[in-house]
């Protein structure tokens, strides 16, 4: 069981549909961070970094 929030009146409840407005209920809590994904795209993130770099010495 965990708590949910309602994605059209933001009530929080325990069950997966609120049961004032009878909306759907999501988990408000963010994805968890993982280190294997944050490895993956690293070097996009420091392509980026290079380019603004770059770009603000011009």
Do not use: D, N, W
């Not at 929030?5 to 549909?17: A, F, N, R, S």
């Not at 408000?28 to 294997?36: C, R, T």
Request: glycine letters at 4%.
């Amino acid at each position: 069981m965990s708590i949910h929030k309602c994605t059209k009146c933001g009530q929080y409840t325990l069950k997966e549909t609120c049961p004032k407005c009878k909306k759907q209920a999501v988990k408000p809590a963010p994805a968890k961070f993982s280190i294997v994904h944050s490895q993956k795209y690293g070097k996009y993130r420091r392509e980026l970094m290079k380019q603004s770099k770059e770009q603000a010495k011009e």
